[in-house]
């Protein structure tokens, strides 16, 4: 790795190029109250990030990434559209040995905007690729748009589509609720079992009959998911034709351009997913007004599942081929997290971080 | 210096490992009175005790300032960040098992697997506006475990012991915790989920990598290891 004094020069030399194109510089404080950030990614984070505690403030993080702290700064008092960068250190715990940092430099960049999210989504892409361009790095892009729009096209009950797209960020989960609603998995034998004696008694006549209701969860509660269960057993499973068409689309990987031909065949069989590949057409046509190869960019339909799971749209991702590097930059649009962070308001939004560790790293290389 | 070996100092476990070793021709004891925590080797030479709380073999384990242990597995992985890069496992001495479990209570009929438990944690979050609690002192395993298998909208609270009572006292809905039989779990209205099977612990003993093992520590390994009938790995 560089020296520190070469990381911060190659931070100080990103940070100014994006600052070159007007962005608004901002700060955000390194200690971050944990409970935005534990009700966002769920326990997973604890295991990432390093926590302390406040005697006044409680639980605190410091901070993990820049995103939540900027989103929340935009909902609060920012004027629209708005574009922001920033530099500054995340700190994540390593839980291996490894060489993998455990607090490093990043340059961020974002974007709030109501209108043209082609156009946004093409900008944040083309400006990373831009100032990467000397470092011949394997781009990677995704979609998650186009996942949540084909499961809400499904012929299937609201409950399952909304356990389905809980999961898109979960891929083991998500192949299990899939294979169950599909009726490639048989249900467990704990539930035909409970859905025998559910012929015969009520849920809240069983309720009673298994133990004292103990904890903050009502015999209500558990009798209305005990409901839903009688519901989800009468539902039909999946049609075989659709379930094919979303394995078929969580396995699409091509260019980009043959992906196109590809959803539009898939969008043929599910009407319903056309709006979703209108948009990727207008951000590829957006990507080449800018100068990007659009039609050779690598599509993984599935790329950016295993990340964070605030992305909702466009994801990419440059990478460096060496072996147990994280991306060198990143970035996606993630419009779902400023409605969870802004209080009943919502913006568009879609940014991206640089880590100039590694880019120096490889600029020593070169 | 001699080769330094951590054993809990106390109890079933204290007593069980003295009889592994006994049984193999390696004679430990408590020096002194009873509640002295030295101890004797007798049987091979170059030998030292330490004797331990179980729960502090991992860290003395980590650190290096023991070359063996013997503590449950369950310590050692929750306590220790990527344990096999930390220690390396000699052999399982066949006692002290023990599961750790997932349990909810016994009124949640809708709840028998981690799929269940997963839903009824989204409609619980939807309901309450906060996620669902699991009472532990196993964080490190337990949300490796969940992670693992995708079960999304819990917390972990913290419990140091009567783990079972929480979820009574309203402090958790569920809880997660060693069981060697299902009795308390009756006793305090709960029920194993049927795939909720953190990890099957067992008494092991350990080698630790950060040890020094320069002088004679190595050649000892190798005679101890004769004596009690354990393979150590290549390279060891």
């Known amino acids: 790795m560089p020296s520190p004094a070469a990381i911060r020069a190659e931070a100080d030399r990103l940070f100014a190029a994006l600052r070159e194109t007007g962005a608004e510089p901002v700060e955000t404080d390194i200690l971050q109250p944990a409970g935005a950030l534990l009700d966002l990614y769920g326990e997973d984070i604890r295991a990432r990030a390093y926590v302390t505690q406040d005697p006044i403030r409680g639980e605190m993080m410091l901070r993990p990434d820049f995103t939540v702290p900027v989103v929340q700064m935009h909902m609060d008092h920012g004027a629209e559209p708005a574009r922001y960068c920033y530099l500054g250190k995340v700190f994540r715990k390593q839980d291996h040995l490894s060489p993998r940092a455990s607090e490093y430099l990043q340059v961020g960049y974002e974007v709030f905007a109501r209108d043209r999210p082609a156009e946004a989504d093409a900008e944040v892409f083309a400006l990373f690729a831009r100032l990467l361009a000397p470092l011949n790095l394997r781009p990677a892009t995704g979609d998650i748009g186009l996942l949540l729009a084909a499961i809400q096209a499904l012929a299937t009950t609201e409950r399952r589509k909304a356990a389905l797209a809980r999961h898109i960020w979960r891929p083991r989960r998500f192949r299990a609720l899939l294979d169950r609603f599909a009726g490639r998995t048989p249900p467990a034998p704990s539930r035909l079992a409970l859905l025998d004696r559910l012929a015969t008694s009520d849920p809240e006549a069983l309720i009673a009959a298994a133990g004292p209701v103990l904890g903050l969860r009502t015999p209500e509660e558990i009798a209305a998911r005990t409901r839903a269960l009688v519901a989800d057993a009468e539902t039909p499973p999946l049609s075989a034709a659709e379930a094919a068409t979303l394995d078929d689309l969580l396995a699409l990987s091509a260019p980009a351009g043959e992906a196109l031909g590809h959803l539009r065949d898939i969008a043929v069989d599910m009407p319903a997913l056309t709006p979703a590949v209108d948009r990727f057409a207008d951000r590829l046509a957006a990507l080449a007004a800018l100068g990007v190869d659009a039609e050779a960019l690598p599509f993984e339909a599935s790329h950016g599942r295993s990340t964070l799971e605030y992305y909702d749209g466009f994801v990419f991702g440059f990478h460096a081929d060496r072996a147990g590097w994280p991306p060198v930059a990143s970035g996606g649009r993630y419009d779902a997290l400023t409605a969870v962070l802004g209080r009943g308001r919502s913006i568009p939004a879609v940014g991206g971080i640089l880590r100039p560790a590694l880019v120096a790293a490889l600029k020593g290389a070169v | ?236």
């Open chain 2, 1 to 236: 210096m001699g080769l330094k070996i951590g054993v809990p100092s106390k109890g079933r476990l204290m007593d069980k490992t003295f009889d592994w070793f006994g049984a193999r021709g390696v004679t430990m004891r408590q020096s002194g009175a009873d509640r002295e925590y030295a101890g004797v080797v007798e049987g091979i030479g170059g030998v030292d005790l330490v004797l331990l709380s179980a729960s502090e073999v991992p860290r003395e384990l980590a650190a290096g300032r023991i070359h063996l242990g013997v503590t449950g597995s369950d310590l050692v992985q929750d306590k220790l960040a990527d344990w096999a890069g930390q220690v390396q496992a000699l052999a399982p001495l066949g006692f002290g098992q023990a599961d750790l479990i997932l349990a909810v209570p016994l009124a949640w009929i809708d709840v028998d697997t981690l799929d269940d438990l997963d839903a009824a944690a989204a409609a619980f979050r939807a309901t309450h506006g906060h996620r669902l609690r699991i009472a532990t002192k196993y964080h490190r395993l337990v949300r490796d475990f969940l992670t693992v298998r995708g079960v999304a909208d819990y917390q972990l609270v913290d419990s140091q012991g009567a783990t079972e009572g929480t979820v009574k006292n309203a402090t958790a809905e569920a809880i997660a915790d060693i069981t060697s039989s299902g009795e308390t779990l009756r006793a305090n209205h709960l029920k194993a989920l049927s795939d909720g099977l953190v990890h099957r612990s067992e008494a092991v003993l350990y080698a630790a990598r950060a040890a020094a093992w320069t002088g004679g520590e190595k050649q000892t390994l190798q005679v101890l290891a004769g004596l009690v009938g354990v393979t150590l790995p290549d390279g060891t």
